[in-house]
């Protein structure tokens, strides 16, 4: 048992024991990388551990919201439970060992929503917006979800791998001049 | 009193007493004057509007072609210069920059990607900016030197020397 223990305390990154500790099997999975720390965890756990890793461990800057669509990646797709998307947090501390930490959570096909965080980055705004410009994700509890990069009367969600590179059309017809007639 | 059709001093006459005479069209003269001070409208949206700038600047120095008035407002210039790729989300905005200018006005594709899309065959990019503008001269590269962008700017002189109407001209009803 101790010895054990001494393994893991050497080893284990410091956040991970934390969250692992408030959140046990809410935790899907978590691993060292290269360039800190990454946790998947399940969706109704998201928004608390977010909540926990800004106020009481720290990670008060939110660096990226973004998504990673896995449908041409099998064993992630076996590996949770077939949830196409991801969306990644990126997370960054100015206390601490690992400064850099990436939370990602497994988004089905069918039920797309995850939890706004604006009210705990405020930044978490456009960010949300991009996603769900980009991949369809809605966030819910959002004030303003809309498309940031497409325009408002653009169909589909271009960084989806099911999304043809050319388009379905859009570049050639040019019907995009009512928002500013 | 030889017309020359190809220079501005179309007769000279030095029967006079009292000094030289010059005789020519109020076209020629027009076309003179408007060639020689061209208001450029600078679009830029990518790297070749860094060589747009560089083409400012005093090493390639375009004021000696008499364009250097560069006029961030379109009401105020006559010559537009997309310098860059252009989305179908940006594309309005160009469409009504152009239309804000007052004519006789004309147009410059400059580079790859404002010509024909460039290397970005994708979805949100429009594939020359000529399938909505009227473009008079295009510049090939990626991005063109300066050298390209003067060229392009006195090959636009020549016509208007010439007299040709701009291409915006020629589509209008």
């Not at chain 1, 990154?13 to 720390?37: N, T, Y």
């Not at chain 1, 399940?42 to 973004?66: F, G, Q, R």
């Not at chain 1, 969600?157 to 019907?175: A, M």
Request: charged content about 25%; some cysteine; proline content about 6%.
């Amino acid at each position: 048992m101790t010895e054990e223990k001494v393994i893991t305390e050497d080893t284990t990154p410091l956040v991970i024991q934390q969250l692992r500790d408030k959140f046990g099997d809410g935790l899907l999975s978590d691993a060292e990388a290269k360039d800190g720390v990454v946790v998947v965890v399940k969706k109704d756990n998201l928004y608390p551990l977010l909540e926990y890793l800004k106020t009481d461990l720290a990670y008060s800057m939110l660096v990226d919201i973004t998504a990673v669509d896995n449908s041409n990646l099998e064993e992630e797709l076996i590996k949770y439970d077939y949830a196409r998307f991801m969306v990644v947090y990126h997370l960054y501390t100015f206390e601490g060992e690992t400064p850099r930490l990436r939370v990602k959570v497994p988004v089905n096909d069918q039920n797309l929503n995850v939890p706004s965080v604006i009210n705990l980055w405020k930044g978490a705004n456009w960010l949300e917006r991009e996603t769900y410009d980009m991949f369809g994700i809605e966030f819910d509890g959002h004030p303003n979800l809309t498309r940031i990069l497409m325009p408002n009367e653009f169909d589909g969600h271009p960084l989806r791998k099911d999304y043809p590179l050319r388009g379905r059309g859009e570049r050639e017809r040019f019907n995009f001049d009512k928002q500013n007639a | 009193m030889g017309l020359d059709n190809n220079n501005i001093q179309s007769g000279v006459s030095t029967d006079q007493s009292d000094g030289n005479i010059i005789t020519t069209t109020i076209d020629k003269v027009v076309n003179w004057g408007r060639k020689n001070s061209l208001w450029p409208m600078p679009f830029g949206t990518a790297c070749c509007a860094i060589e747009m700038m560089a083409t400012l600047a005093s090493k390639y120095d375009l004021s000696r072609f008499g364009s250097e008035a560069i006029r961030f407002s379109p009401r105020q210039s006559d010559l537009l210069i997309v310098s860059g790729r252009i989305s179908i989300k940006m594309m309005p905005v160009l469409k009504r920059i152009y239309d804000q200018m007052p004519d006789p006005k004309w147009v410059i594709s400059m580079g790859a990607c404002a010509s024909c899309g460039g290397v970005f065959d994708t979805y949100t990019l429009i594939q020359g900016v000529d399938q909505f503008l009227p473009v008079d001269v295009y510049i090939p590269g990626c991005p063109p030197r300066p050298e390209d962008l003067i060229d392009a700017v006195m090959q636009v002189q020549r016509q208007i020397q010439k007299g040709e109407l701009p291409k915006g001209v020629e589509a209008a009803p």
